[in-house]
């Protein structure tokens, strides 16, 4: 007879799923969120705690802001594995666009992520992903002190106090929601300094999106011109860039991505 899987292994293959739903290039069908919601059912059969978690990635699927929070804050409250779901609460938060809280979020709860190594990388890629650039170096130097290798950050820490790193989350924020309107989806986000002989530096943003090379052209153009309407100051005075990529998956492990 063939042993059944650990409760365990059943909750983190069902948070890969949820993760990949919320990954897609596209956005999941009703099928899909149907299908994964009946799949997770299992799990409340012996993991109460991990239920609740994966209650919350079925309504971030559904764009159910209200109960992402409510769901994640009941099982990080009795959960015997605090620093990750924490780290996962973060991650949901980052790949559904919502940038004010990732910041939130991760300030709130800095000093428990900051106990536990995989939190603590989780971390970085989901702040780096939403543009907090700063609180993502910090996050690599603390990485980098226990002695393992943090994302690599291309020398953003140069323009730590020449750039707003709350505007240049807007700006980055912005784009992601704009492509969930547009029905698609950064698989990562890779951040370089760009240097200029005559001005400060720049930060030039690339957004992985897997999209027909020609539709991508037309997303990206209809991206700047929203980000030109919606005037964000570090954007308009040249401090920052965003662009969309092509999502090539060999691409994918050594580029800035949030889960």
Request: net charge negative; aromatic share 8%.
């Amino acid at each position: 007879m063939t042993p059944l899987p650990a409760p365990r292994n059943v909750f983190n293959d069902m948070v890969d799923v949820g993760v990949a739903l919320l990954r897609k290039a596209t956005p999941p069908t009703e099928l899909d969120i149907r299908r994964f919601e009946r799949e997770i059912e299992v799990v409340s059969r012996f993991d109460p705690v991990g239920y609740l978690e994966l209650r919350a990635y079925a309504a971030a699927l559904r764009d159910q802001e209200a109960d992402v929070d409510t769901l994640f804050e009941r099982a990080m409250a009795i959960s015997s594995q605090r620093s990750g779901a924490i780290a996962r609460y973060l991650a949901v938060l980052a790949l559904t666009a919502r940038t004010d809280a990732v910041i939130t979020h991760f300030r709130n709860h800095r000093e428990e992520i900051c106990k536990d190594i995989a939190a603590l990388r989780g971390a970085q890629r989901a702040l780096i992903y939403s543009g907090w650039f700063a609180t993502g170096n910090a996050v690599g130097a603390e990485i980098a002190k226990r002695g393992l290798t943090p994302i690599p950050t291309h020398d953003t820490e140069l323009v730590e106090t020449l750039i707003s790193e709350a505007e240049v989350a807007s700006a980055v924020g912005f784009s992601h929601r704009f492509l969930r309107r547009r029905g698609a989806r950064a698989k990562y986000v890779q951040v370089v300094l760009i240097p200029h002989e005559d001005a400060d530096p720049s930060l030039f943003y690339q957004l992985g999106v897997e999209m027909p090379a020609g539709e991508l052209a037309e997303v990206e153009w209809e991206l700047f011109g929203a980000l030109a309407d919606a005037a964000i100051p570090v954007e308009q005075q040249g401090h920052v860039r965003v662009a969309l990529v092509s999502w090539d998956c060999a691409e994918e492990d050594d580029a800035d991505h949030a889960a």
